[in-house]
Structure formats: C-alpha cells, structure tokens
C-alpha cells in the first residue's frame, strides 16, 4: 500500500543554512553521528550528558520505514523524548518518491532530515545507496531538490569524498545548490573501509568548507576532544562529528576519560528508565565500551556474548568492574601490560591494527582450496555442517539473471525469470509455469469446466471465462 501525505512546506517558511544551524540546531559543535543499530535514544541521552549537542538517529531504510508502521514506531515513535533535541534523523533511499514519503512521515519527530551518502558497506553496494549514490548526481539533485521543496525541515547530506579535491568541492556544490541545508563530510573515499580505513583528508574537507556557503561538519580521525579543536581550528568547520572515538568514550566531548564501568553502569541506567531498548543494542555497547579489557578477561567475553537479559549484561559489568579494580589495588608494575596510553580500565579509543599486520593477512591470504587451516572460524563452522562447501569465488556457481529484476532466474522457468517475476507474468498470461509449480492455467481449467459441467467440447474454455475465472476472488 501507499501511503499518500500532503504537506503544506511550499507555503511555509524554514530556517536555512547558517541560520537553521544557530536557531535550530543552536549552534551545534559537537555531534554524534549516526550509526546503525548503535545511535539509538538511550545511548543518545547518555552522550548529551557528557557533551554532545547534536544526535542523529541510526540510519533508517526509507522504504521500509514508509512500508511497515512497526519498524517506524520502534525506530522513531517511540523515542520521542524532549530531551534528545536538537535531533537529525537519517534515511538511506534511491527512490525521490520513497525518500519523500519517508522523510514526511519522519519530519515531526525531529529537526531535520538527512539523506545518507557516506555508507561505504557491502550491504549499502547491494541496496545501491549510501555513497554507492556519489556517481549519480543527476538523480541526488532531484532527491534534494525535492525534499527542499515538500518538507516542513531542512534537508541536510552526509558524504564521503572522491580522491580528487575538485571533484569533491564540485559534488558538495551541487548538493548546496539542489537545496542542502548542511553538509556533514566524512574526509574518507569510498574505498577506505575495513583494514584500508586509513587516515581522513582534512585537507578535502577545508577545500568543501571554504567553497560552500552552509554549514559544515567534518568526520573522521577524531578519537579525543583535542582533535576536536584541532580540526575546527585546520579546517574551519562549523562542528565535529564522531562515531568510533564517541562508542569507546561517550565522554569524548568533556574531554575526560572516565573508568569503564563508570560509563557502562550510567548507560544502563539509561536503558532501565528508557526503555525499550534492544538487547542487541545493549550488548554491543557493553562490548565497545570493554573492548580493551575483554582482550585480557576472555571468560569473560564469552559470558557477555551469551547474556540473555539487561540483567545478564549488567552482572558481567560489575565482574569487570571488580578484576579491574582488585587490578587497581595491586602495586603498578603488576598491572597487565598493555600498548595502551591509558590503563585497559580507562574509556580511551581502539586504533585499527595497519594495514598488512599478521592478524588481517592471514585471512587475506587464504588458500583457495579452502583449507581448515586457512579459514576463519565463521568459515570453519560453515565446512563443518557442509563438507562439500567451498569458498574459492572463481569456484561459485554463476547464476543467469532474471530478465526482469536481475535476481536469479529460476533454471527450469519457462520464462527465464525469477520466481516473482514469473508468478507476475504467468498470473496476468494465464499460464502455467511447472519449473515453479505455478499452475494458474490448469486451476482455470478446471474451475471453467466445473462451471459448465464438463467443460467445452474442444477442452479449451475462451479467454473471456480464463479471466473470469482466475480473476474473481469469489
């Protein structure tokens, strides 16, 4: 079904640019950034406490989000908490239609809205958004252009840059001038991910900041609040966003770097009074926030990966939090030895191993026969229930695609399409397709020879019963 909202923003006025940053969003300097699954209101409440002046919710899919009220009350409706204002809230789409009904039936529960252009993972490739969209300026004008014009909010992007500086000004000009109210930049491309993370270019973001006439926010290489500063003072943005530096240390922004457990016990008392809030969410956390000492107390780990309840996660806190602090009791040369600048104990960020190290090439350079030796555990648990599994990709089966949809086509379709694009056709032909089971023709076969007690003498109903037949829901 499709949901059909009229909106009135055409006559309305709204803050823009500069001056929807200082009255809207009042200024804001430091920001948490969206983050699937990780930004949600509880964890969000707990970073405005310890300095953060602007949240966004994780990212939303537009069109679910438009499909199914339950994703839309779990992920918006039911965090509406005056508390988590000034609040951006974040959609991934291709589709101008879908992101517009999406966005209107977000733009009351929040300050602005954001359409996602940085998302550089796998699944944003196969759902073809994020910053898989950067080529595609043609179809991000109209998607701004055309919330500017319908939404009562601001329509603000996030992006990744291109390897070239001017091409990067270019793309952030364009997005201004289709109607962008605020422009977040991640200093990373689109290849820099993963193991390849590597260093963000400031330098990319000064050149966007000084070429546009909104509001700017840098992201990427901030891990304490004086590389807050610092990047504010080298590039001249407007405001700082954080995600990784702002999960290990929630405190970031008050340029403090608190006990673990002191962060951790907060954060569940947030979940307890804000309920509710999913366990998976809660147990990520816990991980993020105990990254460094769960490397040491591996049982630990374990228990925490298997808790069933806020209860569970909370018990494995306050074990952690006693070995740390019989740790702390103990004479300083006895402490565990770690590479850290702080004490395993402290909220302070996880720096990627470099590239090339020996824990990331082992698995880049697996045999292509797929060897145990050679496989991760997750691969090893695979060839375990199916020894015939191999994970060569030059030894994968190639699919023929689907005339219609690119999925792939089902082998003995008389078609050539997929299932659903076979059941559309074979439904609207009247036909029959046995490579899967589809019998629409035989079933109005029968049904017309029922109707006229024995059927007609050719054995062949015309097409006039056919449709009656397979049409009429009585």
């Known amino acids: 079904s499709v949901i059909v909202i009229s909106s009135c923003a055409g006559s309305m006025t709204k803050p823009r640019g500069f001056e929807f940053w200082r009255s809207t969003l009042k200024g804001a300097r430091y920001v948490v950034a969206p983050m699937v699954d990780q930004s949600e209101l509880a964890w969000r409440l707990l970073s405005r406490r310890h300095g953060a002046e602007l949240c966004y919710t994780p990212m939303l899919h537009a069109q679910v989000f438009v499909r199914d009220a339950n994703y839309r009350r779990e992920n918006l409706y039911s965090e509406v908490n005056q508390e988590d204002r000034p609040l951006i809230a974040q959609f991934c789409a291709n589709d101008p239609e879908v992101f517009i009904q999406a966005a209107l039936l977000a733009q009351d ?10 998302c550089p993972q796998m699944i944003a490739k196969r759902g073809h958004y994020g910053v898989f969209l950067q080529d595609e300026w043609d179809l991000l004008e109209k998607m701004i252009k055309l919330a500017d014009e319908k939404l009562a909010v601001p329509i603000t992007c996030k992006i990744r ?59 990427g290489n901030i891990q304490h609040l004086s590389d807050v500063q610092r990047c504010m003072e080298e590039t001249g943005v407007q405001g700082v966003m954080s995600a990784e530096g702002n999960l290990h240390n929630p405190a970031l922004f008050e340029g403090c770097s608190p006990p673990v457990w002191e962060m951790a016990e907060e954060y569940l008392e947030v979940v307890e009074k804000h309920p509710p809030c999913s366990l998976s969410y809660v147990r990520a956390h816990i991980f993020k926030l105990w990254h460094h000492t769960l490397q040491i107390h591996q049982d630990l780990r374990e228990e925490l990966a298997k808790a069933k309840n806020v209860a569970g996660v909370a018990e494995v806190n306050r074990q952690l939090k006693q070995r740390c602090q019989e740790e702390m009791a103990k004479d300083e040369s006895e402490w565990t030895r770690t590479d850290l600048p702080f004490p395993h104990w402290i909220c302070q960020p996880y720096v990627r191993p470099p590239q090339g190290s020996k824990k990331k090439k082992s698995r880049a350079l697996e045999d292509s026969d797929g060897s145990n030796d050679s496989l991760s555990k997750n691969k090893q648990k695979k060839k375990a229930r199916n020894p015939n599994k191999n994970f060569c990709p030059e030894l994968k089966p190639k699919y023929i695609k689907c005339e219609q949809c690119g999925n792939p086509k089902g082998n003995k379709c008389v078609f050539s399409l997929c299932r659903g694009c076979c059941k559309r056709k074979a439904f609207k032909e009247v036909a029959d397709c046995p490579g899967h089971g589809l019998r629409f023709k035989t079933k109005a076969l029968k049904q017309c020879n029922s109707d006229t007690g024995g059927g007609q003498s050719n054995g062949k109903p015309n097409s006039q019963t056919v449709s009656t037949a397979v049409h009429d829901p009585l």
């Open 109 to 118: 529960y929040c300050d602005a809205i954001d359409l996602n252009l940085g």
């Open 161 to 219: 840059v291109f390897p070239e500086i001017e091409k990067t000004v270019k793309y952030a000009k364009m997005l201004e001038k289709a109607g962008c109210q605020l422009l977040t930049v991640h200093g990373r491309t689109k290849d820099q991910k993963g193991a390849l993370t590597g260093i963000a270019s400031w330098k990319h973001i000064k050149a966007v900041r000084e070429a546009v006439n909104i509001p700017v926010f840098a992201n």
